[in-house]
């Protein structure tokens, strides 16, 4: 089940710093969400209202239960695995902020959203009711829904900096970057759902660019090539699926896209210095989460 608003795009600005909600989405988890980072200026907002998971990030884990909230900020590594037993839902909005490094006096409510690179707790500040009517407005358009969305959005970010407040936050900066809010979000979207059939051609082709300008586009949004986005987002798709201790090496190898068990073998030990069946016997984190 899954609810997603990405063409309404509100924008809106909180003290004077211009603000683009590039995705609105509900979603109840079915499946493992592989390790994936964002942009500059990009802040994800995710909130449970019900069920349980895990979350890896920047390395940690953490068990995510309902009432949980948490923000990813720019370049935090990500991944989540849902509690196949009760899966967790989400509530997740994706900010963009395309100039907030150019403002010199930023405010203290957007400098402490802003400087706040990776935060989890549980919600103090009534956020489910708020995303409730969030998504009210968007399915039934009432008159003036536009505004109200972006007075609803306006009143999240503050919301979240009153629980930031509750404890020390830690101080994180961006620089601005020069690529359209709609190439990031398709570049985001194609590694981390399309992973199987991840294809230069095809990429470019949605981003309505030549194969070489998504190269030097992949280099300068994430200092990475097209070769290692792809190998960094199946081998993190793979490390999550080998802790689902019924799944065959080769089940695991033809869901990840590739053409045998002994490719796929190949591509792991490289990656990760280890065999998918030595990383299987000595990993934690999620591979125990997932026996639960």
Known sequence: MKTQYT????????DGIPIHTLNIIFERFTRVIPSHSHGNGCYE???????YGRLKADGK????SPNTLFVTGPHVEHA???????PMQEYCVYFHFPGSSRVKKPSLLMDSFLSARFWIGQDAQGIHFLMKQLFDELEHHYTGYRNQVE??????????????????KPEYRFADTNLYNSKSMIIEEYFLYEYRTLSLDILADRLKL?????????QEYYGKTFQQKKAEARMSAASILLGEKNRSIA????????S???????AFKKYYQVSPGSYRRNTSGFSNFMKK
Do not use: M, W
């Open 45 to 51: 907002i995710h909130y449970i209202p019900a069920g």
């Open 80 to 86: 989540q695995s849902p509690l196949l037993s009760d």
């Open 210 to 218: 030549s194969t070489r300008q998504t190269q030097r586009l992949l």
């Open 7 to 14: 063409s309404i795009n509100p924008h809106f600005s909180l």
């Open 260 to 266: 045998s068990a002994e490719h796929f073998s190949s």
């Open 61 to 64: 884990y953490y068990d995510i």
């Open 251 to 258: 089940s695991i190898a033809e869901e990840l896209g590739y």
């Open 151 to 168: 007075l609803l959005l306006s009143q999240l970010i503050i919301c979240l900096v009153r629980n930031y407040e509750q404890e020390k």
